[in-house]
Structure formats: structure tokens, C-alpha cells
């Protein structure tokens, strides 16, 4: 059984940096695309970035250039460094595995907060 578990979030404010780690047992982050999504309230999920199995990255545009994902192979670890932060990316974060579609059941999230 997967267990995927996010962690980093907080309360920064804008302009502020935090970095996010997900971290999971059953699955091999290498083997397979992973993807971080947030989801602001009363909005729908939405995705952030993606981390290929070759290592390559997409992110969405209202991230790009502020947001990098990465991942640590030994620690099985996929991060999202998040700099420049604005009140607007305050959603939980979520990571998941899948090229196509999250093929795991959602974690808890991590609250990332952006507020003076």
C-alpha cells in the first residue's frame, strides 16, 4: 500500500520562501512522473509542477520562474522549492504520482500560507 505524505508548509509572508518535501513508502519516486498540486478553498485542485522520469520538469505558468520541483533519489524524496511567494499560492499542497492521472489516493496536504 502507498502512503504518500506531504510536509514544509507554514505561514510566510509574501515574498517569502518555503520548501515542501513529499515523501512516501511502497513507491520509488524515480520510476515514476510526480506531480504537485494545490488546492486553494473553494477552488478545485490544480497542478503546480511535474518531475519526469528523466528527470526533465514542466511547471505551470503561474509558477514559473518562482517554483522549482526536484528530487532526492537516495532519500526517495521530491521537493517544491517555492520563492517569491504571493498571497495567491496560499492552497494545501499535494504531491502524487502519474503521467496521465494521480494514481494514488490523496494525502493529508500541507498548508502553505501567504499573508502580512
Known amino acids: 500500500q502507498v502512503h504518500v505524505a506531504e510536509s514544509g508548509g507554514g505561514l510566510v509572508q509574501p515574498g517569502g520562501s518555503l520548501r515542501l518535501s513529499c515523501a512516501a513508502s511502497?513507491?520509488?519516486?524515480?520510476?515514476?512522473?510526480m506531480k504537485w498540486y494545490r488546492q486553494a478553498p473553494g477552488k478545485q485542485r490544480e497542478l503546480v509542477a511535474v518531475?519526469?522520469?528523466?528527470?526533465?520538469?514542466n511547471y505551470a505558468d503561474f509558477v514559473k520562474g518562482r517554483f522549482t520541483i526536484s528530487r532526492d533519489i537516495a532519500k526517495n524524496t521530491v521537493y517544491l522549492q517555492m520563492n517569491s511567494l504571493k498571497p495567491e499560492d496560499t492552497a494545501v499542497y499535494y504531491c502524487?504520482?502519474?503521467?496521465?492521472?494521480?494514481?494514488?489516493?490523496w494525502g493529508q496536504g500541507t498548508q502553505v500560507t501567504v499573508s502580512a
Open positions: 502524487n504520482a502519474g503521467r496521465d492521472y494521480p494514481l494514488y489516493s
Open positions: 511502497g513507491i520509488t519516486f524515480s520510476l515514476n512522473t
Open positions: 518531475i519526469t522520469t528523466a528527470g526533465g520538469t
